[in-house]
């Protein structure tokens, strides 16, 4: 499914999913070519999770066109509107958790 509208969007399934994941707080996996939620959702639940992944990552704030594309995180519309898509909950975030993570583990707790 999430394969599917990442090719509809013209955008990496991976960041479909990472958005997704986020945006419903919980994770994912990658199955052969198939992207797993870890919980099951409503459809409403997905729907309403793509319509705000559409809104901030697809949709251009000038012109209303989904018809973008995403070089790094840079969104770029056919009308010459150009936008860093970094205000979702994405990639970006979660390592920044991870980073967090490793921070605390390798910090000795001695002074
Ligand atoms: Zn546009």
């Not at 860093?84 to 993570?101: A, K, P, Q």
Request: charged content about 25%; aromatic content about 6%.
């Amino acid at each position: 499914m999430i394969d599917r509208i990442a090719a509809a969007l013209h955008r990496p399934p991976c960041d479909v999913a990472e958005f997704i994941a986020a945006y419903l707080r919980t994770t994912y996996k990658i199955v052969g070519r198939r992207i797993i939620l870890a919980d099951m959702y409503s459809e409403a639940a997905l729907n309403s999770a793509i319509e705000v992944y559409i809104a901030e990552r697809v949709a251009c704030p000038k012109c209303g066109s989904c018809d973008t594309r995403l070089h790094d995180d840079v969104v770029i519309c056919p009308c010459g509107r150009k936008w860093r898509s970094s205000t979702g909950t994405s990639v970006t975030r979660r390592h920044v958790c991870d980073e967090m993570i490793g921070d605390d583990q390798s910090i000795p707790m001695t002074t």
